[in-house]
């Protein structure tokens, strides 16, 4: 996926991180910008059944990378975050991770954990996450995470999954589907799963969906002016 979408992101990126800068600047003459730390996990579930209890559309609005910078090169140092001072950190949620098992019928897609100042919705960029280089991920995971603050701090998911169609529901998921047998099944199917959600600090969030699902923790780190050089 980075490759797939370099040219595109990395042409904003310049004026993307300015926009942010000139935001910071002009924000922290009035009042503090919160840092937060975010840990996210992706996973999905093993169960049979929700391939065929619900109808998945075969075609639907694709995650939208406008504006959007590619966390791992943030967080690797390739990109300069500039004023947004996004760093790798620790995960925490460990106890969670352990349970979210492929022998409990789960299998984590994507984990990861970094801290960032945060501003508004409007002038936030989005950040833009895949699975293609975590082993052993099963499924594929690509799209975009996005974390502001207005009065309560927020995070967007617009994700798309990209799916194993099972063997065992093969027939079952064809004529749920209403597909019939002149149609070429392929042999994945893909999912989208769009969330916006209001989180507090230091609770655990989740977010739902038949075949996947994510956990979320933010951490508040203080000010932006006390940890911009942590």
Same mark, same amino acid.
């Given at each position: 996926?980075?490759?797939?979408?370099?040219k595109?992101?990395?042409?904003?990126?310049?004026?993307v991180?300015?926009l942010?800068?000139?935001?910071?600047?002009?924000?922290?003459?009035?009042?503090?910008?919160?840092?937060?730390?975010?840990?996210?996990?992706?996973f999905?579930?093993?169960?049979?059944?929700?391939?065929?209890?619900?109808?998945?559309?075969?075609?639907?609005?694709?995650?939208?990378?406008?504006?959007?910078? %590619?966390?791992?090169?943030?967080?690797? =140092? $390739?990109?300069?975050?500039?004023?947004?001072? #996004? !760093?790798?950190?620790?995960?925490?949620?460990?106890?969670?991770?352990?349970?979210?098992?492929?022998?409990?019928?789960?299998?984590?897609?994507?984990?990861?954990?970094?801290?960032?100042?945060?501003?508004?919705?409007?002038?936030?960029?989005?950040?833009? %996450?895949?699975?293609?280089?975590?082993? =052993? $991920?099963?499924?594929?995971?690509?799209?975009? #995470? !996005?974390?502001?603050?207005?009065?309560?701090?927020?995070?967007?998911?617009?994700?798309?999954?990209?799916?194993?169609?099972?063997?065992?529901?093969?027939?079952?998921?064809?004529?749920?589907?209403k597909?019939?047998?002149?149609?070429?099944?392929?042999?994945?199917?893909?999912?989208?799963?769009?969330?916006?959600?209001?989180?507090?600090?230091?609770?655990?969030?989740?977010?739902?969906?038949?075949?996947?699902?994510?956990?979320?923790?933010?951490?508040?780190?203080?000010?932006?002016?006390?940890?911009?050089?942590?």
């Amino acid at each position: 996926m980075q490759n797939r979408l370099a040219k595109f992101l990395n042409a904003s990126l310049i004026a993307v991180l300015f926009l942010f800068s000139s935001v910071f600047s002009s924000a922290h003459a009035e009042e503090e910008i919160p840092n937060y730390t975010i840990e996210v996990i992706i996973f999905e579930t093993f169960a049979l059944k929700s391939w065929t209890e619900e109808y998945w559309p075969e075609e639907f609005e694709s995650p939208d990378y406008d504006n959007a910078l %590619i966390l791992q090169d943030l967080l690797s =140092g $390739a990109t300069d975050s500039g004023a947004m001072n #996004i !760093k790798p950190q620790a995960n925490e949620l460990t106890s969670e991770a352990e349970k979210l098992s492929p022998r409990k019928g789960y299998r984590i897609l994507y984990h990861q954990t970094w801290s960032q100042n945060t501003t508004d919705d409007k002038n936030m960029p989005k950040l833009a %996450i895949d699975n293609s280089n975590m082993d =052993g $991920a099963g499924s594929m995971v690509s799209g975009t #995470i !996005k974390l502001y603050k207005s009065r309560y701090a927020h995070v967007d998911f617009d994700l798309d999954f990209e799916r194993k169609i099972p063997d065992r529901v093969k027939e079952d998921f064809m004529s749920n589907q209403k597909l019939t047998e002149e149609d070429i099944l392929p042999e994945t199917w893909h999912f989208h799963l769009k969330e916006s959600r209001k989180i507090r600090p230091n609770q655990l969030h989740y977010i739902d969906h038949p075949l996947f699902g994510i956990l979320v923790q933010m951490r508040y780190n203080g000010p932006a002016s006390s940890t911009v050089q942590n």
